[in-house]
C-alpha cells in the first residue's frame, strides 16, 4: 500500500484514513437508511434484493456479511435459512444493525466487530462473503479481497454490491451533477452532516471502474471473477469463486 491513500479527494495517510472513515459513520449511522432511500429514490432497496438473489443463500450455510452494520443485507439473508455473522469495523452502525433486528424479531445473527484488512476468523470458515457499499471505505482493498479470499471454503462465493463508472452517455454527467450539489444538501437538511456525504460521493468517484475492480478481486485469487452493471454500472455487482 502506498504512503497515502484517498480520502474523497483529500490523500491522507492509511491510519488518518480509518480513522476519518470511522467518524463519518458513526456520524451517520442513526440517519443512515434515512439517507439511502433520499439520495436514490429508494432504488437501493431494489439493488439489495437484486444483490441477494445473485448470492442465492441457501439453509444452514454460512455467510459473511462483512461492512454490514445496519443489517439490510443480512436480514435478507437470515430470512432464506443462513446463518450469517454481520461484521463492521464501526460499533455505532452494528449497534443500529441490532437495535433494527431487534425491534423486527429477526433473532440468530452473530455480530461481530472486524476490520476487514485483518479478519479474527479461521482460515476456510465460510460459504459466502458478502460486503454491500462498503469495499469502497476500506483503507487497503487488497488485503480486504486477500482476507475474504483467506475466510472462504473451497467452492465459496464473494459477492460485492458497490457505487462503480456507469457507461450510459449522458448518464454520468446528469447523477455526478445530482450527487455533487444535491445529495451533501440532504445530508445537511436530513442528518444535519453534510461534510460526511460529501465525502461519501467523492469515495464514489475514486473507486475503480468495473473492469479495474474486477482485476483487483482476481489479484486476490477469485476465479471466474464477473461484474454485472445495474445502470449501465452505476452500480455493481462483482463475484467470483475460490477454487
Not at 3 to 24: M, N, Q
Not at 160 to 183: I, N, R
Request: contains cysteine; glycine residues 10%.
Amino acid at each position: 500500500m502506498s504512503d497515502t491513500v484517498s480520502f474523497g479527494y483529500r490523500e491522507v495517510a492509511p491510519d488518518e484514513k480509518t480513522r476519518l472513515v470511522g467518524g463519518v459513520f458513526s456520524s451517520v449511522a442513526k440517519n443512515y437508511d434515512l439517507m439511502n432511500d433520499a439520495m436514490s429514490g429508494g432504488l437501493h432497496r431494489l439493488w439489495k434484493d437484486q444483490f441477494v438473489r445473485r448470492v442465492k443463500p441457501r439453509k444452514d450455510e454460512t455467510i459473511l456479511d462483512m461492512a454490514g452494520g445496519t443489517g439490510d443485507i443480512a436480514f435478507r439473508m437470515a430470512a432464506r435459512g443462513a446463518a450469517i455473522t454481520v461484521s463492521d469495523i464501526n460499533e455505532d452502525m452494528l449497534g443500529v444493525g441490532q437495535e433494527r433486528a431487534k425491534k423486527r424479531g429477526i433473532e440468530g445473527l452473530t455480530w461481530k466487530p472486524q476490520n476487514a484488512e485483518r479478519l479474527d476468523f479461521a482460515d476456510r470458515q465460510f460459504d459466502a462473503y458478502t460486503i454491500a457499499f462498503g469495499i469502497r471505505n476500506v483503507t487497503d482493498i487488497p488485503a480486504a479481497l486477500r482476507e475474504a479470499h483467506r475466510v472462504l471454503k473451497f467452492g465459496g462465493r464473494f459477492f460485492c454490491l458497490e457505487f462503480s463508472t456507469t457507461t450510459w452517455p449522458g448518464f454520468g454527467d446528469v447523477y455526478d451533477a445530482y450527487s455533487h450539489k444535491l445529495v451533501p444538501k440532504l445530508g445537511k437538511l436530513l442528518a444535519h452532516d453534510e461534510e460526511s456525504y460529501r465525502y461519501l460521493i467523492e469515495s464514489i468517484r475514486r473507486f475503480p471502474d468495473m473492469p479495474r475492480f474486477a482485476k483487483m478481486i482476481g489479484e486476490a485469487g477469485f476465479v471466474q471473477v464477473k461484474a454485472e452493471p445495474i445502470l449501465g454500472g452505476l452500480v455493481a455487482i462483482h463475484s467470483g469463486w475460490k477454487a
